[in-house]
């Protein structure tokens, strides 16, 4: 079974953006192994508390990530 996890910052993503991401997530499993990987594709957004993850050794916040957003 296609298995995908999405960790994405808490908050940051509408209902509409998160079905985009099952959605899109899927059709590359289909376009990967066909059609009949559909039924079977599994797609996980995982929501995660701010603060709750880093990269290169620092906390990163939502703050953080919207003063780089614009970069």
Do not use: C, S
Request: glycine share 12%; hydrophobic share 40%; net charge negative.
């Amino acid at each position: 079974m296609p298995f995908a996890n999405f960790k994405v910052p808490a908050g940051t993503l509408d209902d509409k953006r998160k079905q985009t991401i099952v959605t899109r997530a899927t059709e590359l499993y289909v376009e990967i192994y066909g059609e009949r990987a559909r039924a079977n594709t599994m797609v996980l957004v995982e929501e995660v508390a701010d603060g709750g993850w880093g990269i290169g050794g620092d906390v990163l916040t939502q703050a953080m990530l919207q003063r780089h957003a614009g970069d």
